[in-house]
């Protein structure tokens, strides 16, 4: 089993930035992809991106390549989503997630562990 927590969330003006971490605790040599995903109101969970825990290699979806950047310690037990120029569609409760494949997409339904969520609000 894993355990994921969230942390680092907050309010900020349009074109601020923000670091999320989400700390991992258990068998997360059992990890092999952790992610991040994303839900506004009223919305369905979005992928925003993901990271091979063994290889670094990531994958972003189109809207935030370029503004956010998602990494790892080296000892691969906290994973952090580095988000700059923060618009006000980027206002969402954010998640991290963990699979125990090795996942090249962003299907949720391929993660097997969740983290509760961290709001994230971005202002006009």
């Known amino acids: 089993q894993v355990r994921l927590a969230e942390s680092g969330g907050g309010s900020v003006q349009t074109g601020g930035s923000l670091r999320l971490s989400c700390a991992a605790f258990g068998n997360t040599a059992d990890t092999n992809t952790m992610g991040w995903f994303r839900q506004a109101p009223g919305k369905v969970r979005e992928a925003v991106a993901r990271?091979?825990?063994?290889?670094?290699?990531?994958y972003y979806v189109s809207s935030v390549k370029g503004r956010f950047t998602i990494s790892q310690d080296n000892a691969k037990t906290t994973l952090y989503l580095q988000m700059n120029n923060l618009q006000p569609d980027d206002t969402a409760m954010y998640f991290c997630a963990a699979a125990n494949r090795l996942i090249g997409g962003l299907d949720p339904g391929n993660y097997n562990y969740w983290g509760q969520g961290i709001q994230v609000t971005v202002s006009s």
């Open positions: 990271i091979h825990s063994r290889s670094g290699a990531t």
